[in-house]
């Protein structure tokens, strides 16, 4: 912590269940620094989690917090946000939760650009139920399902949101917090809905088995490869696969890797109103300065 | 895109002109970060000369190596050597173990000489470009300069490297020594005089797949395509790209030159707070701080070991998994008492 | 009065309640809800969600009535199932809406449009763990419209889920509905807090009422809504004494909608039999009593509007009398259950079960009453002179 975190932690509820070194409590520390700066209490932020470790950073950040069901936390802030526009509307998932039960929901809410910030922890892993793949598991690591190595092909889950018409979309990791913070308080301006890929580690589990160190191993590892170097690299005709031999991390792409501005699901709504969609007032609203169009 | 001539273009200048060095003498800087085995590569290259007859001097400089701090090495061999130290344009090699610190020396470069940059990077947690946190500095938004052979040493040593079983820098050694033209059976037996046993076989691979790659490399190369000119001043780009720990040593050096104390330049003096309740011992405070202020104590909590030490970079609050640490700032004696880093600051954000 | 078929009075029956959010997904028999919400609410500054699937229906549902909406969804079979685990989520995490099931055949997709009552057990049982359930049964396309109002008024008032239960006839039935025969004064509210916001507020601190005063969200209160089993604080707990309490307080507040809800009651005071149904079942069974009683056979019927929680009391004081009890319903024997264990051998129990997609008639209740009576009249009352009349 280095800033006004502490306001706005429930202490009553510290320390938190994460196991030593999990990269999820580095993002929980580098929003709420963004969050601190921006708001003297969170009365009108509004955090939603599924089920899984990345979701239950909820329960320790002192706003309106919901912790749902496996899967469906983009579903119930769906509906928060439609009764209530005024609040902001945080969605906490992980891999597991947002991409394997939750794929659907993830997909729609990006479709629809409801005006919520989604913050998707990427650790490769089922951490909670004890470390089984996940659809975000790189091939050829080691989980409790797949003792022969992973031999499925994983999901670039940035690229799935952008397919679906997310209108902001980026990726950090935990090794640098501050880009962490950089881009949620990015997320956050944007007007539509902002998805924020977090590439965190798993020390117990996808650490562990994988040997990948503790997780100040772990931590380190995440700075050996940058894609932004690597995209460059590749495009000389001397240097050839550029990727790491092994599944350390996967190479991928981070910072803001795509926005562009629409109507929000809740601006459709108001605007349609129920009677035929008026034209002007769309147009107007599309060409609102806040998009920066 | 214009980074494909220009990267072959080095080659041919480095083939067919006059400012190659002979193979009776040379000079070298190497560059990484701490860790790396940059130190024990310029023993190697040593023993190297060494074997062949030669005078050789070498100087170091590696505050903070295994922290992650900047490590550099000046090598010059020959006949007679006598000053260690070179001056920018006199190296023909470079060997950059790290990417931007390999991009950092290329001042040193002589026109014509070849920079072997492995493209392995430590980009340092937050990079910061002083110590009060802010920016990103690193070369990202590179455009590929002039004489630098990007070396992937993690794919060209292969499953030695991520077993740990030899350092991936050891294709850097074989890359030069096509260039450095000394007898490979001197390479040889320097790298087994200068590497830890169990790792001589790895290592000798490892050294075996650079000379390969480079010698196939420089094959591939199409001579002569650019003929823009090598005087590009390097110096103007390191001074951006000047790694964090680096700069911040320098801004520190100049603030006590300029007559002032930490204190007042933070506005108090930075103390490290760690919330024993909270803390779970997962070591990433003690293993990301630069001045090694915190180790574990025997009940695997984090505590505050040197607290003379700490500069206030706020690494290892920001990178606490569990929220535990936290930043103060003590009034210096006589001044107000200052609440929070972040406020004293007026975070950006 | 207004000529209306049963899910659009059971939409307008939501509006005339306060109902401002619909989630939902399309499926046969229900879709005309969800139709007719679209085109209703944001006319009432309401609004309407086609959501992906189900489950994010009743998800979106839960986060809506969280914000502040009084918030409905609408379903059949599959559906019902896949909204399983939110039923269990709101209850637990007490979040006031309501969810419509209008019944169709099973299992699986079964017999889309062609009634059945099918899912009376479900609507109890589906979620995973110990719930208590309010299912509420309306018989007529009016009664729609006032279980609608109603189950908003206890949904709200008793912050748990509710679920109205539809024959799919009746959904489908267009009859006159009287839009005037609920007074919107009688609509209850959620219970708004008393503590003020602060370090010790206790969203899920509850009194006598047994009902949490949990506020909304977004209005000055911080606070923690899980599906975990959860202290007053409204945070997770795995203590074993707090989670007994937990449910032991949801179940006893579940079941003071027992006296909320009154049953019909048809020539009950001299029965000798009495037939028991619900839903548009309940209406030929009426018819069929008339006919028994044409026939000088003293019949009676008693027609639950409240499935769950079971009328206990209520049950057991109407059927004190009675000698036989029938029991119709359109499935393999559900609901009859319940009163079995509830007339505990103090009267014969005769079930008359249909299940396959069509309707049981009038004749067959009375032609099942009729041998019920005779068989009684010619044996000795033993066991053996039970008999199940199943058909399909």
Known sequence: MVGGEKRLLRHAMMPHMLCPGCGHGIVLDAMLAVLSARYDNLDNVAFVGGIGCSSRIVGYIDACTLHTTHGRPLSFATGLKLARPDLNVIVVTGDGDGVSIGGNHLIHAARRNIDITCVLLNNEIYGMTGGQAAPTTVPGAYTSTTPQGNTQHPFDVSELVKAAGATFVARASSYRPQVVGDIFGQALDHVGFSFVEVMTDCTEYFGRTNRFGDGADMLMSQSRYDPAIDADLASRATVEELTNPQPVRPVLPKGILHRSSRLTLEETLSVSGGRSSNANEMEALERDPRRGN | MASNQRGRNVMSNGNGGENVASARSGNLVLGGVGGQGIITASNTISYVCIEAGLNVKKSEVHGMSQRGGAVVSHLRYGPEVHSVILEPGQAEWILGFEWEEGLRYLEYLKPGGVAFVSTERRIPPSAQVDRLGGKINYALDLVPPIGVVPVDTYRITGKAAVERTASAQTVLLGALSVEMGLPVEFWHKAIEATVPPKTIKANLLSFENGRSWYEEWKGSVVPGHNTSSHSEDFSNRSNNQHRAGASRLKKIGDSSEAGISISSWMGGIPRVEIMRDWCKGCNICVSVCPERVLSIDQHEIAVVSEPDRCTGCGLCARLCPDLAIDILLDAAIGDEPVPSLAKKRGDSR | ?392
């Open chain 3, 1 to 392: 009065m207004k000529l209306m078929q049963g899910n659009e009075a059971c939409a307008a029956g939501a509006i005339a309640a306060g109902c401002r959010f619909f989630g939902g997904y399309p499926i046969s028999p229900s879709s005309e809800v969800a139709e007719e919400m679209a085109r209703l609410l944001p006319k009432n500054g309401g609004v309407f969600l086609q959501a992906e699937d189900e489950m994010a229906s009743l998800g979106a549902v839960i986060g809506a009535a969280l914000g502040g909406s009084k918030a409905m969804t609408a379903t059949s079979g599959p559906g019902f199932s896949l909204m399983q685990e939110h039923i269990g989520y709101g209850y637990l995490a007490e979040i006031p809406c309501v969810i419509v099931d209008v019944m169709r055949g099973g299992p699986s997709t079964g017999l889309p449009t062609a009634p059945s009552q099918g899912d009376v057990m479900q609507a109890q049982w589906g979620t995973h763990g110990d719930r208590a359930s309010i299912a509420l049964a309306p018989s007529s396309v009016q009664e729609v419209y006032d279980l609608m109002i109603q189950a908003f008024s206890l949904s709200e008032s008793l912050r748990t889920p509710v679920i109205v239960l539809v024959d799919e006839v009746v959904a489908h039935m267009r009859e006159g509905v009287d839009l005037t025969s609920s007074d919107s004064a009688s609509i209850k509210m959620r219970p708004l807090p008393t503590q003020p916001p602060g370090v010790s507020f206790e969203p899920y601190r509850s009194g006598e009422d047994l009902v949490p005063h949990v506020p909304d969200f977004g209005v000055g209160y911080r606070f923690h809504v899980t599906g975990l089993m959860h202290d007053e604080r409204g945070f997770p707990t795995s203590n074993t004494d707090i989670a007994a309490a937990l449910l032991e307080r949801l179940e006893k507040k579940v079941h003071l909608a027992t006296d909320l809800v009154a049953p019909e009651s048809y020539l009950m005071d001299d029965a000798d039999i009495a037939i028991v149904a619900y839903g548009i079942t309940g209406r030929t069974a009426k018819a069929a009593v008339d006919v028994l009683r044409s026939k000088g056979t003293k019949a009676g019927l008693l027609r639950p509007r409240l499935l769950w929680p079971v009328q206990d009391e209520m049950l057991k004081a109407a059927l004190a009398n009675v000698e036989i009890v029938v029991v119709a319903e359109m499935n393999r024997g559900q609901w009859v259950r319940e009163v079995e264990r509830i007339v505990a051998g103090d009267a014969w129990v005769y079930p008359l079960l249909k299940a396959g997609g069509s309707m049981v008639t009038t004749e067959e209740v009375v032609s099942h009453a009729l041998s019920a009576s005779d068989r009684l009249s010619t044996t000795d009352g033993g066991r053996s002179s039970r008999q199940d009349l199943r058909i399909g």
